[in-house]
């Protein structure tokens, strides 16, 4: 391939979005490419040197160097000599334990943002002879791997000369699964290992619910639950790949699904908000649990408490989405809905984050008025329940999601300023990510960590999908707009990692 058109190619991030086989050249566009003259030629033997205290801080780090060791035809890597050599070789490091790399550093100091590379930001230089790859942090080293290797994946044997320098936008970069047993392990591996680092995903939300071999309550356990084991695999493999795990059980509503109970209230009728209704759901949307009833709390910290000690997690997501029936049963009827809204999160939050120290995060639907925000019952609230949002501990983080494709997405501004941190949520329509990320950028800071690409799909149905073998649940809005939602996904993530 000519030079100026792998460059081309290169920096126009091959963004080619309709074969499923072309996904692999799928990437996210560095933020800045300098071409130089010359080539670094893959058909000789490189040598390998990887800086030690890097190694320390994180020895997975030499797993991921593996496949570019495949490339490179070497078979090991080694400690960083002095002087560097004559012959081909590649240098990774972090910047303190190398003078070659702390000039690599220097030399873009002016052209960097005031907040620098940030956590998982990189350098590389590469020249006829070397290829140098720095970072401040190990996540910032692994970013630039993926780079190197998508970028040589490729090239043919000649890979051009030039500088790169890249950092994510938002740092918070995730997507939502649901899961339907333990047989979609090796899915979700795939996830962790292939699809998200591609992605640059960096943040993966399995919504357990009862999925899970509980021990504290094992009447609950849904068929085919996740064991301890399962978890703990799944939670070394995600940390290989710079990737944080957070758990989740879909709180108070959502207890059912069509004519489908969740064990929750088919083991516990004491705890259903509506015990008189049908048994088979008619005319319910979903079933919820009883905020007032005196156990409801434990029990469901005891759950939380599993899958926070099974994932080694520092954080979970406590869903309460679509909470539409609220206020019904003998104990709560007559109370605020937001209030019994506003306590249910609460007794959450005290446990999660006063007792167990971890993050909390949640949907934001039930706390937007949809009447004055002129959203649907389902994105928005429509049975009093928004208030809540001034009765709520502010250190939650909301899961804002939409899905449609208004002018506007005022929800964004709106729950920061009363005080939380906003994760934009998007789904299946590019046309409707493109516009609420775009909104969401527009709002980047403290108070809008990330960007969160739901799903709807089990892990099996998101890989299928991603694969182009099949397309995942994705019913909602058939027949009436366009859905692609592995296009959506790819384009959040670049957004969300390009800022643009
Ligand atoms: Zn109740």
Redesign the pocket.
């Known amino acids: 391939m000519k030079r100026w058109l792998y460059l081309f190619a290169l920096v126009a991030g091959l963004t080619c979005f309709s074969k499923p086989q072309a996904q692999g050249q799928r990437m996210v566009q560095p933020k800045i490419v300098q071409s130089a003259d010359g080539v670094f030629s893959k058909e000789r033997p490189s040598q390998v040197f990887v800086g030690a205290s890097l190694l320390k801080a994180a020895p997975q780090i030499s797993d991921a160097i593996k496949p570019l060791l495949t490339s490179l035809h070497s078979d090991t890597t080694l400690e960083m000599p002095t002087p560097l050599p004559k012959t081909p070789y590649l240098l990774i490091g972090l910047a303190t334990e190398n003078s070659a790399l702390k000039r690599l550093k220097s030399s873009w100091k002016a052209k960097l943002p005031a907040s620098g590379l940030g956590k998982e930001g990189y350098l590389i230089e590469i020249a006829p002879q070397h290829i140098h790859l720095t970072a401040d942090n190990p996540e910032g080293i692994y970013c630039g791997l993926l780079y190197l290797l998508q970028a040589m994946e490729l090239t043919g044997l000649e890979f051009p000369c030039g500088n790169i320098a890249d950092w994510a936008t938002l740092q918070w970069r995730g997507i939502h699964i649901l899961f339907n047993g333990r047989q979609e392990v090796p899915q979700i591996e795939r996830l962790l290992t292939e699809f998200m680092p591609r992605l640059r995903l960096n943040q993966l939300i399995i919504e357990v619910n009862y999925f899970f071999d509980y021990k504290s309550h094992p009447e609950v356990a849904a068929q085919n639950p996740l064991t301890l084991a399962d978890c703990q695999h799944l939670s070394e493999v995600a940390k290989k790949n710079f990737i944080r795990i957070v758990p989740m059980i879909n709180c108070m509503g959502h207890q059912s699904w069509a004519k489908t109970t969740f064990t929750l209230l088919t083991k516990h009728p004491e705890f259903d ?1 509506t015990p008189d209704a049908p048994k088979d759901n008619t005319g319910l949307y979903c079933r ?6 005196p156990d409801i709390g434990k029990f469901v910290s005891d759950l939380c408490d599993e899958l926070i000690d099974a994932f080694h997690a520092d954080a979970f997501h406590g869903g309460m989405d679509e909470v539409f029936l ?8 007559g109370k605020n809905p937001a209030d ?1 809204f506003a306590k249910a999160v609460n007794d959450l939050h005290k446990h999660l984050v006063g007792k167990r120290k971890v993050q909390m995060y949640m949907w934001g639907d039930r706390l937007l008025d949809g009447v004055g925000m002129k959203l649907g019952e389902w994105e928005a609230s429509a049975n009093g329940t928004a208030p809540a949002i001034d009765k709520i501990a502010k250190d939650i983080v909301l899961c804002d999601w939409h899905y449609e494709l208004p002018d506007d997405f005022p929800s964004i501004a709106h729950l920061q300023q009363h005080g939380f941190q906003v994760i934009p949520s998007g789904w299946n329509r590019t046309d409707s990510v493109q516009r609420f990320l775009g909104v969401g950028l527009k709002h980047q800071g403290a108070k809008l960590p990330g960007y969160l690409a739901t799903t709807w799909a089990s892990a099996g149905g998101v890989v299928d999908e991603l694969l182009g073998v099949k397309i995942a649940r994705d019913t909602a809005n058939k027949g009436r707009v366009k859905t692609d939602l592995t296009a959506a996904l790819w384009l959040g993530a670049k957004m969300a990692w390009e800022g643009k």
């Open positions: 908000e919820s649990w009883c905020p007032s009833h609220i206020g019904k049963c003998p104990r709560c009827i019994l």
